[in-house]
C-alpha cells in the first residue's frame, strides 16, 4: 500500500507557474503508475497528466498539454507535476494517485492523496 501527500498549491497570477509534488510512503514505490487529476466546484475530476512506473510514458489531458510537464524521482519517491502559463480555468484542487495497474487517464486509480488547491486569478 501507498500512502500519497500532495504539495506545493497556492495562489498565483495568470501567466506564472507552480510545482506541484507528490511524495509516496512506501519501498514499492517504482511499482505504481501515477496520475494527476483535478477538480473545481460545481464540475466533475479531470484528468491531468499520467506518468507509467520507470517514467518512460507520458500522457496529457487536452487543456494542459504543452504546459504541464509531469515527471517523477523513483529515489525520492515523489512525483512532480511541473504547471506553466497558469490560467484562472486551472484553478482547482489538485489530487495525485497511484496504481500497481495502468490506469492512465481512468478515475479508478486505488491510491490518492488529500489534495492541494490552486487558485490562478487573472
Known amino acids: 500500500q501507498v500512502q500519497l501527500v500532495e504539495s506545493g498549491g497556492g495562489s498565483v497570477q495568470a501567466g506564472d507557474s507552480l510545482r506541484l509534488s507528490c511524495a509516496a510512503s512506501?519501498?514499492?514505490?517504482?511499482?505504481?503508475?501515477l496520475g494527476w487529476f483535478r477538480q473545481s466546484p460545481g464540475k466533475e475530476r479531470e484528468f491531468v497528466a499520467y506518468?507509467?512506473?520507470?517514467?518512460?510514458?507520458?500522457s496529457y489531458g487536452a487543456d494542459v498539454r504543452g504546459r504541464f510537464t509531469i515527471s517523477r524521482d523513483n529515489i525520492k519517491n515523489t512525483a512532480y507535476l511541473q504547471m506553466n502559463n497558469l490560467k484562472p480555468e486551472d484553478t482547482a484542487v489538485y489530487y495525485c494517485?497511484?496504481?500497481?495497474?495502468?490506469?492512465?487517464?481512468?478515475?479508478?486509480?486505488?491510491?490518492w492523496g488529500q489534495g492541494t488547491q490552486v487558485t490562478v486569478s487573472s
Open positions: 494517485a497511484a496504481d500497481p495497474s495502468r490506469r492512465v487517464d481512468g478515475g479508478d486509480y486505488n491510491y
Open positions: 512506501g519501498p514499492t514505490f517504482s511499482s505504481y503508475d
Open positions: 506518468i507509467s512506473r520507470r517514467g518512460g510514458i507520458t
